[in-house]
T-cell receptor
Framework: KQEVTQIPAALSVPEGENLVLNCSFTDSAIYNLQWFRQDPGKGLTSLLLIQSSQREQTSGRLNASLDKSSGRSTLYIAASQPGDSATYLC?????????????FGAGTILRVKS | KAGVTQTPRYLIKTRGQQVTLSCSPISGHRSVSWYQQTPGQGLQFLFEYFSETQRNKGNFPGRFSGRQFSNSRSEMNVSTLELGDSALYLC???????????FGSGTQLSVL
């Protein structure tokens, strides 16, 4: 059974700092991995999707890497801003599953102080 | 292009009642997935529909059911509500399965 763990559970940083969020998964047989952000009381916004054959994806100040063999992914946020404050969720799609049955981590709550 | 629309936004029901939640995916998206989010269990997959067929199902009791119409709109039904069904129910759509998911704002269900 696939399990996804995110560390740290919460993070508070001053504005402008670069930061790294970690995600680990127990079964390396994945199809893809997605990073999402969720604002309080809202739905999820997809940030980056990495296919199992890829090593990293970049979008603006965000960079996500994937090391499938070690079961790890990191989300790097450069020059953090107060608007980045949200919960960040990692989700994996196992290659043994059919369709969009994602397994989510519990998330990292990020607070960027101005 | 309109996003994923979920209705209603909030719902209050009592134990034993049933409820129907609605989801309109992004135009052209054929896959619609449903997820339950609670503080204790986090986000859990309920089921996915693709071209009106259930493609996959999570580990939820048979009280949870869904369907998809020919226009890709989907409904989720929960019968005989229990207190533990209180949660944020999220719908997500994608063009095809295993692609980037677009989530709606969710329906916050409270069971009293």
């Amino acid at each position: 059974k696939q399990e996804v763990t995110q560390i740290p559970a919460a993070l508070s940083v001053p504005e402008g700092e670069n930061l790294v969020l970690n995600c680990s998964f127990t079964d390396s047989a994945i199809y893809n991995l997605q990073w999402f952000r969720q604002d309080p009381g809202k739905g999820l916004t997809s940030l980056l999707l990495i296919q199992s054959s890829q090593r990293e994806q970049t979008s603006g100040r965000l960079n996500a890497s994937l090391d499938k063999s070690s079961g790890r992914s990191t989300l790097y946020i450069a020059a953090s801003q107060p608007g980045d404050s949200a919960t960040y969720l990692c989700a994996v799609l196992s290659s043994m599953e059919y369709g969009n049955k994602l397994v989510f981590g519990a998330g990292t709550i990020l607070r960027v102080k101005s | 292009k309109a996003g994923v629309t979920q209705t209603p936004r909030y719902l209050i029901k009592t134990r034993g009642q049933q409820v129907t939640l609605s989801c309109s995916p992004i135009s052209g998206h054929r896959s619609v997935s449903w997820y339950q989010q609670t503080p204790g269990q986090g986000l859990q997959f309920l089921f996915e529909y693709f071209s009106e067929t259930q493609r996959n199902k999570g580990n939820f009791p048979g009280r949870f059911s869904g369907r998809q119409f020919s226009n890709s709109r989907s409904e989720m039904n929960v019968s005989t509500l229990e207190l533990g069904d209180s949660a944020l129910y999220l719908c997500a759509s994608s063009l095809e399965s295993a692609e980037k998911l677009f989530f709606g704002s969710g329906t916050q269900l409270s069971v009293l």
